[in-house]
């Protein structure tokens, strides 16, 4: 099962995140952009944001355009 070690708390404030990573995943699949979909599963603060902008599985796709700016 996919994102089974995305992280329960954020590591910041300790709110309780871990369950909204499969709806997440589902807003990105369906065509929305990152922020669309926080915004839409009312992930406001931005120490919350970042856990879902950093988590491996988003790394991966940035790292193919390593190396295409600068």
């Not at 910041?12 to 709806?23: M, N, P, Q, T």
């Not at 599963?41 to 390593?66: D, P």
Request: proline share 3%.
């Amino acid at each position: 099962m996919e994102g089974v070690d995305f992280p329960i708390r954020c590591f910041s404030c300790g709110a309780v995140i871990g369950h909204l990573y499969a709806e997440y995943k589902k807003k990105l699949e369906e065509g929305k952009s990152p922020k669309e979909a926080l915004d839409e599963m009312g992930i406001t603060r931005y120490c919350c944001r970042r856990m879902f902008l950093t988590y491996k599985s988003v790394l991966e796709e940035i790292a193919k355009f390593h190396g295409a700016v600068g």
